[in-house]
């Protein structure tokens, strides 16, 4: 499935809901400008205050949904907190010939996924908080939230915090500023990982030293 001469990377970012994987990633694209790319998914989740249609996600029904999964447009597709999620094959493919770091900010099953997909492209990350407490005051403060939601929330928290061994890097998210650096870190270490699977003329050029 993997194209033979992708330029680009995949930097998946994974976490607990709240654990600020979001603010994180955003952030991180904007300041490495043209050099990477936020990959916007669709979701069946009713749109928040504040959110855009087409900059958060693409916010369709169900039906929509289903229909695209059926007409083959995901990369990957999953239900998160009771509502459907999924990554837009050609986005990703369109950003990745053209060199780009590509920033999937999906859960642990999704991760799962793309790293079967794109095993050699995938760098990924865990985010999330030093505490429980930091991560329920970070929910409450974000006031998206019910009481009922942020119990939801939790208990995935829990089943998602044991999916940590699969990352290639796990991120305490304490320090806003030093954890965005700290990303940015393993955005470009994505990039060059992606070198190494595009040598052959690279080698080329070293024979006839022996
Ligand atoms: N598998 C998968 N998960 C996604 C996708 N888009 C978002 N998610 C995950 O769905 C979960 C819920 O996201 P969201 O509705 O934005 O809520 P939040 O985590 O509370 O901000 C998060 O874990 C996201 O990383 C996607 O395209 N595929
Ligand atoms: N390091 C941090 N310190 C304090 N608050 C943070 C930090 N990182 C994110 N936040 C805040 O926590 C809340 C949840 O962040 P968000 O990016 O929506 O999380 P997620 O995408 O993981 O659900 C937001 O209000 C955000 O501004």
Not at 85 to 93: A, E, P, R, V
Not at 126 to 137: A, G, N, P, Q, S
């Amino acid at each position: 499935m993997e194209c033979m001469k992708v330029k680009g990377s995949i930097l998946v970012i994974s976490g607990p809901s709240g654990s600020g994987k979001t603010s994180l990633a955003r952030e991180v694209c904007n300041e490495l400008k043209d050099l990477a790319y936020f990959s916007i998914s669709t979701t069946t989740r009713p749109i928040r205050d504040g959110e855009r249609d087409g900059v958060d996600y693409f916010f369709v029904s169900k039906e929509e949904f289903l229909k695209d999964v059926e007409e083959g447009y995901f990369l990957e597709w999953a239900e998160v907190h009771g509502n459907f999620y999924g990554t837009s094959k050609k986005q990703i493919n369109e950003a990745l010939n053209k060199g780009k770091i590509v920033f999937l900010d999906i859960d642990v099953q999704g991760h799962e996924a793309v790293r079967k997909a794109y095993p050699n492209i995938v760098t990924s990350v865990f985010v999330t908080t030093k505490d429980k407490k930091t991560l329920i005051e970070r929910l409450k403060k974000r006031e998206t939230e019910t009481d009922e939601s942020i119990k939801v929330r939790m208990i995935n928290a829990l089943h998602e915090m044991k999916k940590i061994p699969q990352y290639d890097y796990l991120l305490i998210n304490d320090d806003f500023n030093s954890s965005k650096e700290k990303l940015k870190s393993c955005a470009i270490a994505s990039l060059i990982k992606t070198s190494k699977y595009n040598i052959e003329n690279f080698i080329e050029k070293w024979k006839g030293i022996e």
